[in-house]
């Protein structure tokens, strides 16, 4: 481990994180440095072949963790593997870690098989893709259970991506062709021919369209795009990049604009304020994209704004949290609500705040500046110790930047310090830590909570993956079908139309919207537009219609497929010449 540290060292002080050495806390510090190597020695012990925790997993079987009762997570999800490998991969492919290669040929291996498993959710082409977990031997589990979960894919390939961009400049070419693009081509259409439908959220409880799922099937798309064109691969780009451009799209309407922060799902009946929204930020992250809002950057106003008040919604909850100030490290949870092994916060959930702090660090030392709008000012104004803050942008001389940065390097810091006070002597992570006590819960030597430590331990030091082409990237929100066009700016003759529709729903049943124009679908139910329910009972979406048009309409309610129009006769508006139109109706 000498030469992880050392690396480290040195990666921090390239990014000139210099600056805020001072305000570090030295218990983050001290965790960090014990913690790391615990973690990444547990993680590895929850993997097949050979992990010390694992037996009976095949190679590159990565167990959610030994526990086998109560939970029984001795199985292999998806979304836990392709996130704890990209976090392996990274460590390889940036030279922290030269030691994981055949761990990473392992997980390829595991998951082109998995791949073809058939499962309840149907076979490699029929849906199987969506599968949320498998037994350890790599059959399928035949269980009752929360599916499909439409994050798996994105995320495995994600993963595979980072790994072939690595192989293709180190001699693995034909490895990346002969084995891995098919089995990224094969997550990537699953991604742009189901991302409209329903999915379990990741946390596998709520049944309707979920911000993290979203979020990390863009990403997916964009970097499959642009691996697609370097390997000449081009036959999926033009349907991926129109489904990367409806998900950009569909991402804007989880914002919640009157309270400020990222609704996590569109159904579930909760507050949606949920680590969901977190976990997205930090799995998306993009420091070439600096703050950019329309992909909810770690320093995004939106993103801060939404950071605080999930964080705050856990103050009052948690008895270990009612001694701490205002404005302080909590710990935190997947959501408020939670009641599931007695709801208490994740040492996961805690690590991914201080991360998406981290992130942000990066990019304003980067940048050399940092932005304020109203959107993030209350996040800046809880800050402790930083004065009077207003709205603006601030150059990195500034006393502002300064202070600014120094607090929030205290408060990641301090959110890493929480998760501190809560391990265990030993080092070992659960999944959760007592809500009053702060003991461990649930599920023991969680491989999730271990990759955690390694990627907010990466972020403190300032180590960044690779890009994966969030800058520069717009929405027109203008259409939802059509050629592959990008982005862009509305053009003229055409009008923002916003619909809003009061509509009671049951769980599990989303809103959508068709109608006589292209722009509508042309009344198709398969790719009706969905609406948000950020505002629940009012569905809304915004669309760009033809100016001086008279156009039908209709909502659609689809519940597992199942759809439902309303009654007749259709609506009808007219759009206006020009500027925009708010359509308010209720659900017939
Ligand atoms: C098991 C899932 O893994 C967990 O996320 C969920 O909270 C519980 N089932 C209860 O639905
Ligand atoms: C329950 C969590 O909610 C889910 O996200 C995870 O995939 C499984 N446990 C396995 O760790």
């Not at 932005?371 to 993030?376: A, D, E, H, K």
């Not at 390694?454 to 300032?462: D, E, F, H």
């Not at 990237?473 to 529709?501: K, Q």
Request: contains cysteine; glycine residues 10%; hydrophobic residues 40%.
């Amino acid at each position: 481990m000498r030469s992880f540290t050392s690396l480290l060292q040195v990666a921090s002080l390239c990014v000139g994180l210099v600056s805020s050495v001072w305000a570090q806390s030295s218990t983050a510090e001290a965790y960090i440095a014990s913690e790391s190597p615990i973690a990444k020695a547990n993680l590895l012990a929850n993997i097949g072949p050979s992990g010390s925790k694992s037996q009976g997993a095949k190679a590159g079987v990565v167990i959610a963790s030994p526990s086998n009762t109560n939970p029984n997570y001795l199985f292999t999800w998806t979304r836990d593997s392709s996130l704890v490998f990209k976090a392996i991969i990274d460590q390889f492919v940036l030279g922290l870690d030269s030691s994981l290669e055949s761990q990473i040929q392992n997980f390829v291996t595991a998951e082109q098989i998995l791949q073809q498993v058939s499962n309840p959710s149907g076979s490699v082409s029929t849906g199987g893709l969506g599968e949320p977990k498998f037994n350890i031997d790599e059959s399928a589990f035949t269980g009752a259970w929360g599916r499909p979960q439409r994050d798996g894919p994105a995320l495995r390939a994600t993963a595979l991506i980072t790994w072939s961009n690595w192989l293709r400049n180190n001699g693995g070419s034909s490895t990346v062709t002969g084995t891995i693009w098919p089995m990224i081509v094969l997550d990537l259409n699953y991604v742009a021919n189901n991302w409209n439908q329903t999915t379990f959220d990741l946390w596998e409880e709520v049944s309707s369209s979920s911000f993290f799922t979203t979020s990390v099937q863009h990403r997916a798309l964009r970097e499959g795009i642009i691996l697609a064109t370097a390997l000449g691969q081009t036959s999926n780009v033009a349907s991926w990049t129109t489904q990367a451009n409806n998900l950009l799209c569909f991402l804007q309407s989880f914002w919640n604009p009157t309270s400020g922060y990222i609704t996590a799902n569109t159904g579930g009946g909760r507050s949606g304020k949920d680590a969901n929204t977190i976990l997205a930020s930090i799995h998306t992250f993009d420091p070439a994209a600096l703050c950019d809002v329309t992909t909810f950057q770690p320093c995004s106003d939106k993103a801060l704004a939404n950071l605080k008040v999930y964080t705050d919604a856990f103050r009052t909850i948690y008895g270990i949290n009612s001694a701490v100030a205002a404005g302080q490290p909590v710990a935190t949870g997947r959501y408020p609500e939670d009641s599931y092994m007695g709801g208490n916060p994740w040492y996961l959930a805690t690590l991914a705040v201080a991360e998406q702090l981290y992130d942000s660090l990066i990019v304003w030392n980067k940048a050399g500046n940092l932005n304020i709008t109203s959107t993030s000012l209350p996040f800046f104004q809880g800050l402790a110790n930083v004065g009077t803050i207003a709205t603006g942008t601030f150059s990195s001389n500034s006393t502002t930047f300064q202070s600014v940065t120094a607090a929030v390097q205290l408060l990641a810091d301090g959110y890493v310090d929480v998760v501190a006070k809560f391990t265990p002597s030993g080092g070992g992570l659960a999944e959760q830590y007592d809500r009053n006590t702060g003991v461990p819960v649930s599920a023991v030597d969680l491989t999730w909570s271990y990759a955690s430590v390694l990627t907010a331990t990466m972020a403190r030091s300032g180590v960044v993956g690779e890009s994966w082409g969030a800058a520069g990237l717009t929405t027109s929100c203008s259409t939802t079908g059509g050629g592959g066009g990008g982005g862009g700016g509305g053009s003229s003759g055409t009008v923002a139309v916003t619909f809003n529709v009061q509509a009671t729903t049951v769980f599990g049943e989303n809103i959508f919207l068709t109608g006589s124009v292209d722009q509508l679908e042309n009344w198709s139910p398969t790719n009706a537009i969905p609406l948000s329910a950020a505002n629940y009972p009012t569905w809304s979406v915004t669309v760009n219609l033809p100016a001086s048009t008279s156009i039908q309409y209709k909502y659609i309610r689809i519940n597992n497929g199942q759809v439902t129009w309303e009654s007749d006769p259709n609506m009808q508006i007219t759009t206006p010449s020009s500027g925009t139109f708010t359509e308010n109706d209720t659900w017939r």
